[in-house]
């Protein structure tokens, strides 16, 4: 109460004509301050309120054995993920739309390999479609969720987790290293296969009775956002959003020294590049010429508290290890779910942060409050590259297969 009297008598203080500037001023920025938290609040509101009315779907994807598909086939089924729908100031500032998402996941059940797609429900006839365009003998069925099979807890709980999400070691500009480094640009033959998602599928693989993994790729097609880079010292760059090629261009400009030469200087500079350097141009140019996506990923461990088996944890850490490349990108994690004695003696940092991980993964939230993160960007061969269905190269035991479809005979055979 003393407190709103004390406000109540700044305001009428600021009517008064002998008040001093800033106590005449006080009234009119009180408003303005009250007028954008309620603003502020009002917008998490209203798009809470849409994302709840969207009606989700849980896909297994079952593969057969006989399959022979480069990655690459996976980049076409991405474009149906691809959902650039414009939002206008009204769908925006009044019913809360907000762009759609979808969850690309790897789990272990008990060992267990499953291929999931969590996606809006109103995608999946020409997510359905784009699937059998390339993997013809697949089978996809909805399934319930699997995350109900985990309930976990931080009280009164017989689970025990660990969790982590990545980030990217370098600027989104410079790519992982991808299936077409691998050679599997144009379907090799099974034998000659180097596919780098086998060593992340033969780790869920590995684990017995009682555990889960969880692997979780949250992706919405790539939109302008604030510079991640501390530009406050430039007023031209402060409401200024950026679409992540043109922070590529700019960091090819930056690799060729664009940005500092000019005429002949330019031309110079490009000649005086090394094999290295020009290779890393290339590679970010041939990033940058596809598709981006808006990413995040995460990674859980959920066991029984008498099976949890710590020696997984530096597995977890390097499950997407295969991808990085020293000369451009690759991954590393951050948001782990642990900490030093010092960092937290009392436990209570460690507790908060399983919650909040957890009901992230459950509620696949990434884009939007109250699990909004900051988001990084991979190119369709990137993405195709940590999630396509593997062919026979992968022979782990768990990994159920089913038996390969065979067609009808044709109408038009003699008889």
Request: proline residues 6%.
């Amino acid at each position: 109460m003393q407190a709103l009297q004390y406000f109540l008598d700044l305001i009428n203080a600021g009517r008064d004509a002998t008040a001093g500037p800033l106590e005449q001023q006080l009234p009119f920025w009180i408003a303005v301050a009250t007028a954008l938290f309620f603003w502020h609040f009002w917008k998490r509101y209203i798009k809470a309120f849409f994302i709840a009315k969207i009606s989700w779907i849980v896909l297994e994807i079952k593969l057969p054995k006989e399959m022979f598909k480069s990655p690459k086939a996976m980049e076409i089924v991405l474009g149906a993920l691809y959902q650039t729908t414009s939002i206008n100031f009204y769908e925006e500032n009044y019913l809360g739309k907000v762009r759609g998402w979808a969850s690309l996941e790897l789990v272990s059940i008990n060992g267990t390999l499953h291929f999931f797609m969590r996606i809006p429900k109103g995608l999946r006839i020409t997510v359905e479609a784009h699937i059998y365009s390339q993997y013809p003998s697949a089978e996809i069925h909805e399934v319930q969720d699997y995350v109900g099979m985990a309930p976990y807890e931080m009280h009164d709980s017989n689970l025990e987790m660990f969790g982590m999400e990545f980030k990217l070691t370098k600027p989104d500009a410079y790519p992982i290293k991808t299936y077409v480094d691998y050679g599997l640009e144009e379907d090799p033959k099974e034998e000659f296969k180097i596919d780098p998602i086998t060593a992340t599928l033969e780790f869920l693989g590995s684990i017995g009775q009682g555990e889960q993994i969880w692997f979780q790729i949250i992706i919405m097609a790539a939109q302008k956002r604030f510079p991640k880079k501390n530009t406050w010292y430039n007023p031209k760059t402060w409401f200024e959003k950026q679409d992540w090629k043109d922070e590529s261009k700019a960091e090819i400009d930056k690799l060729m020294k664009r940005d500092k030469m000019k005429g002949l200087d330019m031309l110079k500079a490009d000649m005086m590049l090394s094999p290295g350097e020009r290779d890393v141009v290339a590679a970010v140019e041939r990033n940058v010429a596809k598709m981006g996506f808006d990413c995040g990923i995460r990674l859980l461990y959920i066991a029984e508290k008498e099976k949890f088996n710590g020696a997984n944890i530096p597995g977890m850490v390097g499950s997407l290890r295969q991808y990085n490349s020293l000369n451009l990108n690759g991954f590393k994690p951050t948001r782990i779910t642990a900490y030093e004695p010092w960092e937290d003696p009392f436990g209570v940092r460690i507790v908060k942060t399983k919650k909040e991980l957890f009901e992230a993964y459950v509620h696949r939230g990434y884009f939007y409050p109250p699990y909004d993160r900051v988001p990084f960007t991979l190119s369709t061969e990137e993405l195709a590259t940590i999630y396509h269905f593997p062919g026979a190269v992968l022979e782990t035991p768990t990994f159920g297969r089913i038996g390969s479809k065979r067609g009808e005979a044709p109408v038009n055979l003699p008889v």
